[in-house]
């Protein structure tokens, strides 16, 4: 959020930001998350933007996991930068999704150290919110081609794994992978 205010990129933004204090019982964590569910017309927001940065729920540098967060611009059709843990980016393309360089700058996927990846992340939100209309616009459209791509694999991964078992899917694919390098 701090970002957007800053670099002036209010006026160019959509976002949800939830502040609450650590002592915040957890139920009342949840009541306020429901405000920014899909069943609330979020939709408008993919078909009115032109990128989403997808912070996820772990970005401690333990490990890489994927929430639904990672895959609601996927299934909009929507290019992201990932705030997330080093190689998070590079395990989805093992998984055959295409990320987004050289449209995007993703070297920050690599970068182990929390304050210099965080840095490179805000450097290029604030080099994409800076591009014109007509710049941004022929930019995403360079990036169909991935976009279609990503969320055919994604249907086709959810007809194999229901709703309800594919997070687990994922998370068990993950960690045999990670046991295989052991």
């Known amino acids: 959020f701090k970002i957007i205010i800053e670099n002036n990129l209010i006026e160019k933004s959509f976002f949800s930001y939830l502040k609450l204090k650590s ?6 964590r949840i009541q306020e998350s429901i ?3 899909e069943s609330n017309g979020t939709g408008f927001l993919y078909l009115n933007s032109y990128c989403n940065i997808t912070t996820e729920t772990d970005v401690s540098d333990c490990g890489v996991y994927f929430s639904e967060k990672v895959f609601r611009p996927i299934i909009n ?9 080093p190689l998070s980016l590079s395990i989805l393309r093992k998984y055959g999704f295409k990320t987004f360089s050289p449209f995007i700058d993703e070297s920050y996927d690599k970068e182990v150290d929390y304050n210099k990846r965080m840095k490179m992340i805000e450097n290029e939100i604030i080099r994409i919110g800076g591009m014109s209309l007509n710049e941004i616009h022929d930019w ?6 991935i976009l279609k791509h990503n969320r055919k694999l994604f249907e086709e991964m959810e007809m194999e794994h229901s709703i309800y078992d594919r997070q687990d899917f994922y998370f068990n694919k993950i960690i045999k992978e990670m046991q295989s390098k052991l």
Do not use: A, C, Y
Request: aromatic residues 12%; glycine residues 8%; proline residues 8%.
């Open 77 to 85: 059709f929507q290019p992201f930068i990932l705030v997330g843990n």
């Open 35 to 37: 405000s920014i569910d």
């Open 23 to 28: 002592d915040t019982p957890k139920s009342q």
């Open 140 to 145: 995403f459209l360079g990036m169909v081609d």
